[in-house]
């Protein structure tokens, strides 16, 4: 299965943007970059995917470089609740999640 | 409202005593996924149904089974749990070759062995 590597934690400060950074050496063609994030004593939710472009939803954007090996998951303006794990995945559709270490976000006030 | 729910959400048993964890879905996805997470760890993939085919990860105990006698339903099966096997267990579920492809999790079940 691919893999993914983050750094095991960064930390912001409230308000201020966040880049959350992940590289994907071994992506195929086919493979979806997703990022998924874990609130503490919760499950893990969706945040964001894409392929190729960059990528914006209500909760973040995605950046893909051009060779598709790094990702970078930005969080415009951290809040509190944005403390969490973040995940990054090669993701070919129909197959599995396999989850690497992740990031710890951490905000401060 | 919760789309996909696991029960019970928290399961206090003892060594070797059988327990069972059940998921259920509104969504009607074709696939299903149980998780283990351990504390500070992340979760890693027991096993998963597509539709009704049942495909185990290569390192996933035989301690460890599971039933799906439904769409809506799948159950995880711990025949004898040890000390080692304390740990959130976590439910998804996706539509294979879906748009988006998202996976989307219950809020878990929580194992402790005494």
């Known amino acids: 299965d691919a893999k993914t590597t983050q750094p095991n934690s960064m930390e912001s400060n409230e308000e201020e943007p966040v880049h959350l950074p992940c590289n994907h050496s071994?992506?195929?063609?086919?493979?979806?970059i997703h990022w998924y994030r874990q609130l503490p004593s919760q499950g893990p939710e969706y945040v964001i995917h894409?392929?190729?472009s960059n990528v914006n939803n209500r909760m973040a954007s995605l950046a893909i470089a051009e060779d598709r090996k790094s990702s970078t998951l930005i969080l415009h303006r951290a809040t509190l609740r944005d403390a969490a794990v973040y995940y990054c995945?090669?993701?070919?559709?129909?197959?599995?999640?396999?989850f690497g270490q992740g990031t710890e976000l951490s905000v401060k006030p | 409202d919760a789309m996909v729910i696991q029960n019970p959400r928290y399961q206090v048993t003892q060594f070797g005593k059988p327990v069972t964890l059940s998921c259920s879905q509104t969504?009607?996805?074709?696939?299903m996924y149980w998780y283990q997470q351990k504390s500070s760890q992340a979760p890693k993939l027991l096993f998963h149904?597509?539709?009704?085919?049942?495909?185990n990860e290569a390192d996933t105990p035989d301690n460890f089974q599971s039933r799906r006698p439904n769409t809506s339903f799948c159950f995880l099966d711990i025949r004898s749990p040890g000390l080692g096997d304390a740990a959130m267990y976590l439910c998804?579920?996706?539509?294979?070759?879906?748009?988006?492809?998202?996976?989307?999790f219950g809020e878990g079940s929580r194992l402790t062995v005494l």
């Open positions: 969504l009607n996805h074709n696939v």
């Open positions: 894409g392929l190729t």
């Open positions: 998804a579920t996706s539509t294979a070759g879906g748009r988006t492809g998202e996976l989307f």
């Open positions: 149904y597509y539709d009704k085919d049942f495909n």
């Open positions: 071994t992506i195929s063609g086919t493979d979806y």
């Open positions: 995945f090669d993701y070919n559709q129909g197959g599995k999640l396999i």
